[in-house]
Structure formats: structure tokens, C-alpha cells
């Protein structure tokens, strides 16, 4: 494979329609030889998104003239930038035109964007959807959704989700966000995850089968190896878990059935969990996480308690 050496270089090769996940995980190892590659590619992909976006104005308004100096071209990058941010800043404090999405709990929907991008929604998800000619940008409220982005080196997709937003230029991968807890999974090409302006933590760049938890005010817990088409088994109706905290398990089931299921005490709600849940009847399905966990549950006008072993006769 051919070897590459500077971060122009990376984004020549990675915006190419011959990238695969092979490159992506060379750049990954490139990235980690020195801090300053990633700030490096960062400066050259800004560069190459706005000189890209900008060439057909630009040619129109100089008679064809097709070079720009550095000094404008970094200026265009950083006008650029600071779009971007302002528009994540926004989308995180008001409301913002665009598309809205949105899933009832136990519902699933499918949608095509016009770039060609497809975004699964997960059971009670709102998301708003903007596609400018700068940049793709999603307001995930809530819930979850596997996103499987088309490639467009002149527009970034970029996902703001509470305090974190996710930016990326073509790959598939699931976000989470739901009570506080928010994670990403990547199991195609590479994604950036950082903190909007104002919050706490560092940037990460997860490869395919990184994940990413942030809970605010808790440090950053990354994990590598995991297995997305487990994180994406909502799709296909199962919920498949390995060491996740029981806290999570009862998210993910509330945003499937309408009787809520709550923990009766919060000492439980960090209980790692590990099995796989079956979306069929909801009876059926706490029943088994009982089995699974060694809980109680029992059942109260709105839906399900779940109790420690010890706590069952209160």
C-alpha cells in the first residue's frame, strides 16, 4: 500500500472513492505517530472542503483563474468554521429551520436524505435536519439512530447531540443519546467526536469498532473491539448488550414499549449487563431480564419495577 506522508496527502487518499476501511485504519496509525497529524489534517481538510466548494464562484468571479493564495484560503477555512460552530451552538440552545424527524415510542423509521445519506431512527428519536451548501448538519434532541453517510468532501456531516457533536465526511455508525448517557459506535470509516465550545474533554477520532461513552461530568470512556452490528441490533428487533450498565438496558426498553420500566433502587442502575433481549411481548421481555439479572420485577399501574433479590418483599 502505498504509503502516505503528509496530512494533504491523508486527504487526497481518504477522499478518494477507492477508500476503504484499510486506509482508514493506516490513517488512524498515522494520527497516533505524532500530536501534530491531527491538527495537520484538520487544517488540510478544511482547506480542501472550501477551495472545493468555493472553485466555481471563484473561477466565475477571476476570469478562470484557478490558484488562491494560502493567506485567502485559510481565511475561507476559517469563515467556514466558524459557521459550522455557530450553527452547533444553536442547535444544542434554540430551535433551527429544517427537516424534523421524529418516532413514537416502539416505532421505526427509514429515511433517504437528498445528498443520498440514510439515517435509522430508533423508538422515541427527534432529530432536524439541515443540508446547506457548506456543510450537513443534524440537532439530535433524543434517542437513537445509525447513520450511514454518503460521501460529500465539500460538505461535512455534523451531528450535535447535547454537549458532543460528531462530525464526519462519509461512513456508518450509530448515535446515542438518551437520559444524559450519549455513546457512538463506528462500524465504517472514521468519525470525530468533540466537545461543542464551552464543555469539558478532548477530541477523539474513533476507527471501525470504536465506541465512545460520555456521560457530563464523568470522564470519557473509550472502548475498542466492539462489535457494531451487535450495537446496531435494534434494527433487526434485538437489544444486545456486553457489560452495559443496567441503567442503559431500561432506556433502551422505554424506548420500545409504552409501559415505562423503571429501577427501583438507583444503587442497581450501574449493574453491568450482559445478554441478549428479544423485542417481542414486553411482559416476555422483562421476565427475562429478571432471569438474566437476578431481579424482581413487579408491576404497577404504568408499566414495571425492578427490584434487587433482597429487596423483593418490600
Known sequence: MEKSDSATDWVVRLQGETAGEADWLAFDG?????????????????????????????????????????????????????????????????????????????????????????????????????????????????????YDVAPDKARPFIIAAGDRQVRVVGTEFDVRSRNGAFSVTVRRGMVEVSPIEGAEGSTLRLSPGDRIDHIPGQPDRRSSGVLADEVFGWRSGRLIYRERPLSEVVADLNAHYPQPVVLADAKIASRPFSGVLSLDDEQDVVHRLTLLTSLWSTSTRSGYELRAEGDAGR
Open 30 to 146: 498515522w494520527l497516533a505517530e505524532s500530536p501534530a497529524h491531527g491538527p495537520a489534517y484538520d487544517r488540510a481538510l478544511a482547506l480542501w472542503c472550501e477551495l472545493d466548494a468555493a472553485a466555481p464562484a471563484l473561477r466565475r468571479r477571476l476570469g478562470g483563474v484557478s490558484l488562491l493564495s494560502w493567506r485567502v484560503s485559510a481565511a475561507l477555512g476559517a469563515v467556514a468554521a466558524s459557521l459550522a460552530l455557530g450553527w452547533v451552538l444553536i442547535a444544542n440552545h434554540m430551535p433551527v429551520a429544517g427537516n424534523s424527524y421524529e418516532t413514537a415510542i416502539g416505532e421505526h423509521k427509514s429515511i433517504t436524505l437528498a445528498d443520498g445519506s440514510h439515517i435509522d431512527l430508533d423508538g422515541a428519536t427527534r432529530l432536524t435536519v439541515r443540508l446547506e451548501e457548506g456543510g450537513r448538519y443534524v440537532a439530535m434532541e433524543r434517542g437513537e439512530a445509525i
